[in-house]
Every structure is written in structure tokens, then in C-alpha cells.
């Protein structure tokens, strides 16, 4: 029996898995591309039945992802101000990423402010509008923002470790996070707020080198380029897990009272 009742099935269950978008103009058959032969047996006694090693691309990876991250890093620190540093992740590739997106979607709110918040990446709304956190999870986070005095039009910033949508909203690989890092690296030099907010596990393990899930990193301060982070549950998140506003709010009564303290 077939797994899908209807062509339009299939391709609703795709859309509920994120395949919102075509990579090519006509459909590849996968199943019909021709599979890489067998590794080759060696012939010596000792090593019969033991396929043989595979060529050698990890390293050659590792180096050129190593390179395009120096290279990101010597553009982001030559960058004096934040209007060089926009034009400069702009003319960025994003390693790819850039081709599948609408827009570069820097930051949104008062840069300079005392709260940085920093989020994951773009979604199909940011990627449509430009600016981060305009969708759903962002009118949230606008809405935890107020709750203990802060917005984008007064006194918060707001921005991602990724600056383009990734296609079908799939989370950014490690590879994307550490390319963009010089590049957050630097927006918060410039910036210079007081307190960072980390959204969700992607920022959270990204820049704080974190091998530990957002929810045991959640609620503890942690530094970052010498200033005082709090990681805290996403907002898209709490939208599919309510019961979790409850942690949510005491990191943001943490924040709220680190940043009145400093005052
Ligand atoms: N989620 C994020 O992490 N960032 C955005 O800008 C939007 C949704």
C-alpha cells in the first residue's frame, strides 16, 4: 500500500517537516543516482574483509572552514564602527547561506542599549521584513521584554548568530554559527551592553562553547567577552511549551534586577 493516500498528502507532511523550499528546477531522483562503489578490499592477509580507508576530505574541510573563519574575523575587527560592520556582514556570504534568503537581517532596537538580546536566526517573517524577531516568537518576546521594562524602541537590542534565514527553517549548523561568530563577536564590542540575553540553545552553545542543554544552562550567569550573559528558554519555545513561562520569568526577573543593580 502506498505510505501517502494522495500526491497533496505528501507534500503537506513535507511542509510540516520544514521542505518548504525547491534547491533545484526539476525533481532528482535519488534513488536513481548512481550509488559510490564499494570500498576495495586489500589483497594482503592481514587486512582481508576490512574495507579500505576513505579519502581524506575531513581534514581538507577542517582547513578551509578554519580559513573562511580568519577571514571572517580580520573583516569583522577592521570594522571601526557598526555602520562598516553592516556593510561588511552585507557583502558576507554567510558560507551559502546568503543564496536561499530574501535579506540580510542584522538587528533590530537601540544599539548602545544596556541589554543586548541574542537570539538564533531569522525565520520566514524576519527573512520577508528584514528584521529580526517580527514574527510570532518575537510579538512574545516583545511582550517579555515590557514585562520587565525593556523594548526595541527604548532601550534593548536585538539580534541572532545567524544573520540569514537557513532554508526551511532548519537550525544552523555549528559550521554557519562559527563563520557568523567574529561577526557577533564584534557587534558586541561596538554595542557595548551591559547584559546579554541568550535565546534558546543555539546562541547559548554557540558562543558560550557549551556542551550542556539550554534547560541545565538556563538561569545562570555565564560571561562572554568580559560581560555578564543570562541563557533563557526561546520564545518560540514557550509558545509550544507554556508550562516553561514559569523558568522564563525568573531569568528575566535575574536580568532585570542585574541590569537595575548596574544602574
Ligand atoms: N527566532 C530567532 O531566533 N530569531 C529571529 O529573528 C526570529 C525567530
Keep these: 500500500m502506498d505510505q501517502f493516500p494522495s500526491p ?6 513535507l511542509l510540516e ?4 523550499e525547491a534547491l533545484d528546477d526539476r525533481a532528482v531522483d535519488r534513488f536513481a543516482v548512481p550509488q559510490p562503489p564499494p570500498a576495495k578490499l586489500a589483497g594482503t592477509p592481514s587486512t582481508v574483509g576490512r574495507p579500505m580507508p576513505p ?23 577592521s570594522c571601526a564602527d557598526l555602520a562598516a560592520l553592516e556593510r561588511a ?20 532596537g537601540i544599539a548602545g542599549a544596556p541589554l543586548m538580546v541574542i537570539g538564533e536566526a531569522p525565520g520566514a517573517e524576519e527573512d520577508a521584513k528584514g528584521l529580526p524577531f517580527v514574527g510570532r516568537a518575537g510579538q512574545l518576546l516583545d511582550r517579555m521584554l515590557a514585562a520587565i521594562g525593556y523594548s526595541r524602541t527604548t532601550n534593548a537590542y536585538i539580534t541572532n548568530v545567524i544573520y540569514w534565514r537557513p532554508p526551511g527553517n532548519r537550525k544552523p549548523t555549528v559550521a554557519e554559527t ?10 558586541i564590542s561596538l554595542c557595548e551592553p ?16 557549551s556542551k550542556v542543554g539550554i534547560t541545565r544552562l538556563r538561569g545562570q550567569w555565564h560571561s562572554f567577552l568580559g560581560r555578564p550573559v543570562m541563557p533563557s528558554l526561546h520564545p518560540a519555545y514557550l509558545l509550544r511549551n ?5 523558568d522564563s520569568w525568573r531569568d ?6 542585574r541590569l537595575t543593580a548596574d544602574d
Design 194 to 209: 551591559r547584559v546579554i540575553l541568550l535565546l534558546g540553545g543555539t546562541p547559548s552553545t554557540a558562543l558560550l562553547d
Design 242 to 246: 507554556p508550562a516553561a513561562k514559569a
Design 8 to 13: 497533496l498528502a505528501a507534500l503537506a507532511w
Design 178 to 187: 562559527a563563520l557568523c561568530r567574529p561577526f557577533v563577536e564584534r557587534l
Design 89 to 108: 556582514i552585507r557583502a558576507f556570504d554567510g558560507g551559502g547561506l546568503k543564496a536561499g534568503a530574501l535579506n540580510t537581517v542584522i538587528a533590530d
Design 252 to 257: 528575566l526577573l535575574a536580568l532585570q534586577a
Design 55 to 77: 579519502p581524506q576530505p575531513v581534514r581538507a574541510t577542517v582547513s578551509v572552514e578554519a580559513a573562511m573563519i580568519d577571514a571572517a574575523r580580520q573583516l569583522a575587527d
Design 17 to 20: 517537516a520544514g521542505v518548504d
